[in-house]
Nanobody, 124 residues
Framework: VQLQASGGGLVQAGGSLRLSCAAS????????VGWFRQTPGKERDFVAA????????VYADSVKGRFTISRDNAKNTVDLQMNILKPDDTAVYFC??????????????????WGQGTQVTVSS
């Protein structure tokens, strides 16, 4: 599967952005999909992930209540709605997909397929 992330940009603190991850291939519904973020010199951190059907989601504590992950398997997309953005949310955001994992994975090392990053900058 090939992934392409989009939707990043510059927003003021308290604002919102919606990221989208578009996937190629006809078996997208077989993949768990996650969003991760990374700042210079730091490891890639887990943000949110969604099960194959979309019925289960997991969030990092830092984004709970502010971010919402969703998917549309008919359109091969996974979106990340980000509300009440904070300067600490500034990072490059990546979407990732994994077919083998039996559960929703939160570790970056468990994902084999990655999209290119999209920059999110939140100004104070």
């Amino acid at each position: 599967v090939q992934l392409q992330a989009s939707g990043g940009g510059l927003v003021q603190a308290g604002g919102s952005l919606r990221l989208s991850c578009a996937a190629s291939g006809r078996t997208f519904s077989s993949y768990v999909v996650g969003w991760f973020r990374q700042t210079p010199g730091k490891e890639r951190d887990f943000v949110a992930a969604i099960s194959r059907s979309g019925g289960s989601t997991v969030y990092a504590d830092s984004v709970k209540g502010r971010f919402t992950i969703s998917r549309d398997n008919a359109k091969n997309t996974v979106d990340l709605q980000m509300n009440i953005l904070k300067p600490d949310d500034t990072a490059v955001y990546f979407c990732a997909a994994e077919r083998v994992t039996p559960t929703i994975a939160t570790r970056a090392a468990l994902y084999h397929y990655w999209g290119q990053g999209t920059q999110v900058t939140v100004s104070s």
